[in-house]
DNA sequence: GTGGTCTAGACCACA
DNA sequence: GTGGTCTAGACCACA
């Protein structure tokens, strides 16, 4: 479990956290009862503040991604869908909505949106 | 010109009036040269404070999107380009960011979100 | 990073804060990666509302000269070249505008403007 | 004595106005004791409210520029300065700090900022 | 009437 | 601690 934060982002660190185990999990390189590195070797490792790790890791547990072992770590959850899928599609809808004006008023054509889209998937994707 | 907003989004409300502006410009509702609401109107008919609809307001001016007529209310602006072609694609990664940070957090994959992307632009129709 | 307002200016406070700040940089009193004085701070100094800083900082923001460290102020950003050549040449176009229009009420002619623009290219001298 | 304005212009159009005045006398198009149109006439010209014209004239008046006949119009007025020449050098010299520093943020050489204000007097100038 | 600036002060996200 | 958002409300420039 290898993670990567960026200083200058404009993704905040905890974010860039939660989004990267989220992807390992749904790309299949974290799977249910597989443990994530502690709070306080994460930070160390990424050397930031553990507060950041932690809070990283209190959202995924609240979403259900995360199971707490008290005192022994955290582990990937059995996946249970906290949105039903109808919501899930909506709310999804609501950032493609933000996503096409915002790169349509850029001045981007669809394919080029579209483009970006996969080099973006290929640059992060499963490995 | 009709907009919405809902208070329980984690979008500000600032950014769901620009962006309903900027959806407007894409589809056609909107077109240069035509007036958006008065601060005031707009901030009354929300029930917001006006110095949050102005701030929207100023953000598509800044942005090239609107223009103001001093005394007389903002309008659609002649497509500019504003950015460079660097501050532009820096611009769609950030929103593309948001898009693949809420799909992930909604559990979506990679080839879901593709996926919807494709539906919505045929939705819009080619071109 | 020493930061002056006068009340009487034509130019309102955000706005000669910011100038302040372009000087800085371009003088090279501020480089790149240097922080500048927290919203709070200055706002404090200068016995102004932090919101009008805020106001500054976040133009300055905008237009790529600073960087804010989510949860640790701004500092200088790199050189980026935020603005398509066409909105560079409408910007300086902008402050040509208010050059000109301040010299003439002023009762300066051409030629003393042009006169008094050289001097100061060489008091800052050459390239 | 003919005046143009640009609706989109940032200047407001009472200010374009008194420019174009003050420029064609420091141009020598008007000269002392030359009547201006009058502010019914310039408004119907221009197609403007009135009270705009009136506005610029009234601010030249109150500048020294124009000088009032009371129902016969408005002549140019015998020059007399207002400020002191180190108060008037004062101001412009700070009208240049903002030009300066805006214009090499915005990535221009000083060559450029030179090249674009003479292309300036160029097309306004003296004819 | 229009938008722009500024104040005073609350609350939130982030590190 | 840091900046970002929002409210409530004043005052100004402009047409």
Redesign the interface.
């Known amino acids: 479990m290898q993670i990567h934060i960026s ?2 982002s ?3 660190i905890y ?1 860039q956290i ?2 990267q185990i ?2 390992a999990i ?1 790309s299949g390189n974290l799977k249910v009862g597989d443990a994530v590195p502690s709070v306080r070797q994460l930070a160390k490792e990424l050397a930031i503040n553990p507060n950041t790790v932690a809070k990283a890791y209190s959202e995924l547990t609240r ?1 259900g991604i995360l199971e707490g072992l008290s005192g022994r770590g955290c582990v990937v959850a059995s ?1 249970k ?1 906290v ?1 039903s899928k109808a919501e ?2 909506r ?18 054509s ?1 394919d080029e ?2 483009e ?3 080099k ?2 290929e640059k992060i ?2 490995e």
Not at 91 to 108: I, N, P, Q
């Open positions: 200083a200058g404009p993704q905040s974010r939660a989004d989220r992807q749904v979403d996946r869908n949105f899930r599609v709310r999804l809808e609501l950032v493609l909505d933000s996503l096409v004006s915002e790169a349509l008023t850029l001045g981007f669809y949106i579209q970006r889209l996969v973006r998937f994707g499963p």
